[in-house]
């Protein structure tokens, strides 16, 4: 089992930064795939971006230099940097973890643009 603590959500204006962090509870050293999703109001659940193990990374084009995601394997943490916010980037925010084919969570961190 791994559990996946995020924090670093807040309300924020438009054309502010956040910066959200998802710690794993054990090593990603081996995590294929580290990502962050997203559930605006009215909608479904949507990749914003992800880093894979080697380090290549893709991004939902509507967060397209804007938003940068890392990962610290040392720290066991992935990043999603958001700046330039916009109201329509208001949802919440998932961390997930793809380790040895199974898929982990974690509790989702509120992130509101306000206008």
């Known amino acids: 089992q791994v559990q996946l603590v995020e924090s670093g959500g807040g309300l924020v204006q438009t054309g502010g930064s956040l910066r959200l962090s998802c710690t794993a509870s054990?090593?990603?050293?081996?995590?294929?795939?580290m990502g962050w999703y997203r559930q605006s109001p009215g909608k479904q659940r949507e990749a914003v971006a992800r880093?894979?193990?080697?380090?290549?990374?893709d991004y939902a084009d509507s967060v397209k230099g804007r938003f940068t995601i890392s990962r610290d394997n040392a720290k066991n943490t992935v990043y999603l940097q958001m700046n330039s916010l916009k109201p329509e980037d208001t949802g919440v925010y998932y961390c997930a973890v793809t380790l040895l084919g199974v898929d982990y969570w974690g509790q989702g961190a509120q992130v509101t643009v306000s206008s």
């Open positions: 880093i894979y193990q080697g380090g290549s990374t």
């Open positions: 054990r090593s990603t050293f081996w995590a294929n795939v």
